[in-house]
């Protein structure tokens, strides 16, 4: 059933796993369809279009014979026809009589069982005692044989001991030589370790060259870098050119703070708990960070007026900029208004609000829209409309509630 159909003392139940809801919920599923009509209706509806036949049957007083017990009798229960208490009654009745004979038929097979089973253990301990004495007959066999091999391994035995001692006397030539031949190793030894001495001392020499050309031919390459640094800028200061460089955003039409007829327009805003996504966007190079603003507001500061939640939200976004150094824009929605709308945007935070009869998700678009493929651009708003047309941009959407909860940490 849809969620706003079912009763409420059975919503909570209703989201149990349908194989637990039968055994933990019955109690109050029952007591809901003894007292609430409606709801015993619209269960019997679903029970009519699932088994037509027999609800038709059971209108007529017919119960069909080969049919179920347990469900005519919830079908009568349910749909109420013309004497349902009896046949509820008739169902029940049958089902005692069904267990009886179950139970009789069960007591005879478990009987049948247990004789079965003691042959059964009859012939397994007559074959355990003909395996017994065949294990008896080969274990003396087995130990005649074990003697015999006993006096086969001493006599190999004294064998080998024999050849131990003259492997000794090998062994303590061999450790002789061996001696002699340690002590000249060793003076090779320090003969190479003296030689690679040598060698790493000249390595280091050479090395140390190489440094010392290299931090000449850097400190040449760095006095380069700065004539031509100080030479463009004052190339730039005599040409009179612009020593900001404009960014894709700018280009979009807005409306900025302080111009007339613009009043904010709440956002619809949804609920998320992914606490690392964020974190991971700000991390990228040159991120472009667009917020719905009045999509975030409302989600964090519902209770505030309009311009109290503007101002919060740009203090927030102060700390934030400062933190990362990210280009951030923020959009508000905008209408008509007698008065103009201040906002005291921070260094480093756009405000734009939509023109008269154009929304923020429109600029939201624009945005995007705007800047060269293949940058970094996250949209923050939890309106879904909006966010699945900036993924399909390329853009990645963000939720509010991650915003919130950055700005609440820092």
């Known amino acids: ?15 149990f796993d349908p194989r637990k809801r039968a055994k933990l919920g019955s109690a109050p599923i029952a007591a809901q369809l003894e007292n609430d009509k409606e709801f015993r209706e619209a269960v019997a509806e679903s029970v009519a279009a699932g088994w037509p036949e027999l609800v038709a049957a059971l209108a007529e007083g017919n119960v069909p014979p080969a049919a179920d017990p347990v469900l005519v009798a919830a079908a009568a229960y349910l749909t109420r026809p013309p004497g349902w208490a009896e046949i509820v009654e008739m169902a029940r009745a049958d089902l005692e009589q069904s267990a009886v004979a179950a139970e009789g038929s069960a007591q005879e097979q478990q009987v049948t069982r247990l004789r079965e089973q003691l042959s059964a253990q009859k012939t397994a301990a007559k074959e355990e005692s003909d395996r017994l004495r065949e294990q008896l007959k080969a274990a003396r066999a087995e130990n005649s044989d074990l003697r015999r091999k006993l006096h086969e391994a001493r006599e190999r035995a004294r064998a ?25 190793g060793e003076a090779e030894l320090r003969r190479l370790r003296e030689r690679l001495n040598d060698v790493e001392k000249q390595l280091e020499v050479s090395r ?36 900001t460089i ?35 966007l700000l991390a990228l190079p040159q991120v472009h960070l667009v917020i719905d603003g009045y999509n975030v507001t409302k989600s964090g500061y519902g209770s ?46 756009r405000v734009l609000f939509s023109a008269p009869g154009e929304i923020a998700d429109d600029v939201i678009r ?40 950055r700005l609440g940490r820092a």
């Open 366 to 405: 624009q945005l995007v829209r705007a800047e060269p493929p293949g940058r970094a651009i996250a949209v923050v708003s939890s309106d879904r409309e909006v966010a699945e047309s900036v993924r399909r941009m390329g853009a990645r959407p963000v939720q509010s509630a991650l915003l919130l909860r």
């Open 1 to 15: 059933m849809p969620a706003a159909v079912v009763p409420p003392p059975l919503r909570g139940i209703a989201r």
């Open 160 to 184: 080998a001991e024999q050849r131990r001692a003259s492997v000794e006397q090998s062994a303590e030539q061999a450790m002789t030589a061996a001696t002699a031949a340690g002590s000249a």
């Open 246 to 280: 404009t960014r894709p955003a700018d280009s979009v039409a807005a409306v900025s703070p302080g111009a007339p007829g613009v009043r904010a327009v709440p956002a619809r805003a949804l609920a998320d708990d992914d606490p690392q996504l964020l974190d991971q």
């Open 304 to 349: 505030l007026t309009l311009a109290d939640q503007r101002a919060r939200l740009m203090t927030g976004l102060g700390g934030l900029v400062a933190q990362t150094r990210v280009e951030v824009t923020v959009v508000f929605d905008g209408a008509e208004l007698n008065s103009p709308v201040q906002v005291v945007a921070p260094r480093g935070v």
């Open 208 to 243: 140390r060259a190489a440094r010392e050309g290299r931090s000449i031919e850097d400190a040449r390459i760095r006095v380069l870098l700065d004539a031509l640094q100080d030479a463009s800028a004052g190339l730039r200061r005599e040409l009179a050119l612009p020593t």
